[in-house]
């Protein structure tokens, strides 16, 4: 009796656990028509999008239009720049792109969609199945028109396909801004180097030169060293390569010029250096580094009645981060005239080296966040006569940042 229980029980649980199995299975591959079209349209979408976050060029256009007429669900794509040329066209009636373009020219200009039916169609052996041209302008909020989509289709352009048609227009015009917001981007971010080079370049030049003439006629081994070592400093901070750096080479130009500033101060300088040899392959902003320790020098150091004082750089490595600080025992400044920008109050004489200051800090910290994003900022600590120190984190590695 127990054991046809016991055997009764073993069959149940085999039959249920079978159950269960089938279920899970039927429910892991279960999807409605309405949830594959959803994905297949999400899918389609991202992979025209990869193309045309690039902007819109012959190459972009190749790549997006398979997936614009896949997205359009008509036979044939053609995506037009902005004088009018055809970049790309997918699928076939090619022997209606004259038609097309002429089309595409007229939406362009009067920024409009253009409709040629069926009975304006000029149509080869080939094209007798295509029943209209369809052209929609490609246009951008405070740009204009960048371009057109047209579609050659085999029914009539009912209000469905006209909806459907502006909706992907739409969808390719937000990836092309997309596009053009990351090269306005890179664009300021050159613009803000070259403001960087240009404010380096009016005091520590003549300084400089300045200081290799002392040595002239006194010792001019020392005079030919500092000139190479200020021909070094110039040729990196004037190079047309890219906008990041690696902190090694960014430790490399610092040490240049604290090279020409030591020989101006004498021992009235000393600098403390402490880096963590995992860090120096670390990415940053080109020229981040450079005017943390130029402020630190003119404003800390410069600025005391003494002319002595220490400058201290440490890079520590921490886990996914490298944290960057450049501390001086200089004069200070009050933070909050520091935080409103409100640098009058330090006196006729030296608010514009203030200012300058204030203008290379902040720099900095734009392009750091906009590389990183908000939480890589600098840090400024500060007070009159206490000092100043900067920090900034950064990244080990950030995707599609390198030097």
């Not at 046809?4 to 028509?33: F, I, N, S, Y």
């Not at 209606?96 to 939406?107: G, P, V, Y």
């Not at 200009?109 to 041209?133: I, K, S, T």
Request: net charge negative; glycine share 8%; aromatic share 4%.
């Amino acid at each position: 009796m127990n054991g046809t229980v016991v055997a009764l029980l073993a069959v149940a649980m085999l039959v249920v656990a079978g159950v269960a199995a089938l279920w899970l299975r039927t429910r892991r591959g279960l999807t409605t028509p309405a949830e594959r079209a959803v994905h297949a349209t999400l899918h389609t979408a991202s992979l025209a999008a990869r193309p045309l976050r690039r902007g819109l060029d012959a190459t972009s256009a190749q790549e997006a239009a398979p997936h614009l007429r896949s997205l359009t669900g008509t036979p044939a794509v053609a995506l037009v720049d902005a004088d009018g040329t055809c970049l790309a066209w997918s699928g076939p009636f090619e022997g209606l792109s004259e038609q097309l373009l002429a089309a595409a020219h007229r939406a362009i200009d009067e920024d409009r969609r253009v409709l040629v039916g069926h009975g304006d169609l000029r149509r080869g052996a080939d094209d007798q199945a295509a029943r209209a041209v369809v052209v929609q302008p490609l246009v951008i909020d405070g740009v204009g028109v960048v371009g057109a989509l047209g579609v050659v289709t085999t029914t009539e352009p009912g209000p469905a396909l006209l909806g459907v048609l502006t909706e992907v227009a739409r969808y390719a015009c937000s990836q092309i801004e997309l596009a053009e917001l990351d090269a306005s981007r890179a664009r300021l971010d050159r613009a803000e180097v070259r403001a960087l080079r240009a404010q380096i370049s009016p005091h520590f030049i003549y300084n400089a030169l300045g200081t290799v003439a002392s040595f002239v006629r006194t010792d001019p081994e020392r005079a030919r060293e500092l000139l190479l070592e200020f021909a070094d400093f110039t040729r990196y901070s004037f190079r047309a390569a890219g906008e990041y750096t690696l902190l090694a080479d960014e430790l490399r130009n610092i040490d240049r010029y604290l090279t020409l500033e030591r020989a101006r101060f004498g021992n009235a300088l000393e600098v403390r250096l402490q880096v963590a040899p995992e860090v120096l392959n670390v990415v940053l902003p080109f020229l981040a580094l450079q005017p943390l320790v130029e402020n630190a020098v003119r404003h800390g150091i410069a600025g005391k009645s003494t002319r002595t004082g220490t400058i201290s750089i440490v890079a520590a490595d921490e886990g996914t981060d490298c944290v960057i600080s450049v501390e001086d025992d200089g004069v200070g400044m009050d933070p909050e005239l520091l935080r409103s920008g409100d640098l009058d109050a330090e006196g006729e004489g030296r608010t514009s080296a203030k200012e300058a200051a204030h203008v290379g800090l902040a720099n900095v910290d734009d392009r750091l966040r906009a590389a990183f994003g908000n939480d890589y900022g600098l840090v400024v600590e500060t007070a009159p006569g206490a000092g100043t120190k900067v920090s900034m984190r950064v990244p080990k590695f950030r995707p599609g940042i390198r030097a």
